[in-house]
């Protein structure tokens, strides 16, 4: 997982980029940064959540690939799409 010092760089460089374009205005910057952070955690934590279950799929396979093999990888990207898909996002 990313940690809470990256996380908040990387909210910080989006959020002055959308800004420095013109894209966006923040009324109240500590309030959108809030919020921005709020849901790159409920991303993250989706994203994580359809990658392990991702990962037990092919491992309950009764011939499950090798990890990292170009089985697993193909197996692996289908299903964390489907996982994904199956969690809104």
Same mark, same amino acid.
């Given at each position: 997982?990313?940690?809470?010092?990256?996380?908040?760089?990387?909210?910080?460089?989006?959020?002055?980029?959308?800004?420095?374009?013109?894209?966006?205005?923040?009324?109240?910057?500590?309030?959108?940064?809030?919020?921005?952070?709020?849901?790159?955690?409920?991303?993250?934590?989706?994203?994580?959540?359809?990658?392990?279950?991702?990962?037990?799929? !092919? $491992?309950? %396979? #009764?011939?499950?690939?090798? =990890?990292?093999?170009?089985?697993?990888? !193909? $197996?692996? %990207? #289908?299903?964390?799409?489907? =996982?994904?898909?199956?969690?809104?996002?």
């Amino acid at each position: 997982m990313i940690s809470d010092e990256k996380m908040s760089h990387i909210v910080h460089l989006l959020m002055n980029g959308l800004e420095k374009e013109g894209f966006v205005s923040f009324p109240n910057k500590e309030i959108a940064v809030r919020e921005a952070h709020k849901i790159s955690n409920l991303y993250l934590g989706n994203l994580k959540g359809a990658a392990d279950a991702a990962r037990h799929r !092919i $491992l309950s %396979q #009764k011939k499950a690939p090798i =990890e990292k093999s170009p089985q697993w990888d !193909i $197996l692996y %990207q #289908k299903y964390l799409e489907e =996982e994904l898909q199956k969690r809104g996002g």
